[in-house]
């Protein structure tokens, strides 16, 4: 199973834009200051995820970035599937060739497990991780730089 920095960042940019939502297009620059990420490899990702109809572009002036739905219709599967990256634990991709053309041992443990990956992910929504305190934590840290790591406690409301 390979679930690279191409997934791992493009969650991570997308749930940036649903915190965000509401305060009109999110450039990659303002996404990459605060996620540590490079704009050229945010441009790549946000190339697919736009492909994929998951974000809505704006150019010129004051553009940028919004999410094509709302964040409670868009699942961290959608975003990792629309950048390619393969939540396919098996060594033969799926097609049970793994051992000189033949099944492996393990082959439907490693499918068993793909297909678990994909469902759990595909139950959890941007809205979801955007509603657990923790990483609301997070996202207030990196909003305000001020050092602190949490907001004060009845600042605090439901984001999405």
Known sequence: MRLTTKGRYAVTAMLDLAFHEGQGPITLAQISQRQGVSISYLEQLFAKLRRCQLVNSVRGPGGGYSLASPPADISVVQIVEAVDDSMDATSCLGQADCQQG????????????????????????????ASRRDIQGVHFRQDHHDGSDQPPDDSLVRII
């Not at 033949?102 to 595909?122: A, G, I, P």
């Open 102 to 129: 033949e099944m492996c041992l393990t082959h439907h443990l490693w499918s068993d497990l793909s297909d678990w990956l994909r469902q759990f992910l595909e139950g959890i929504s941007l809205a979801d991780l």
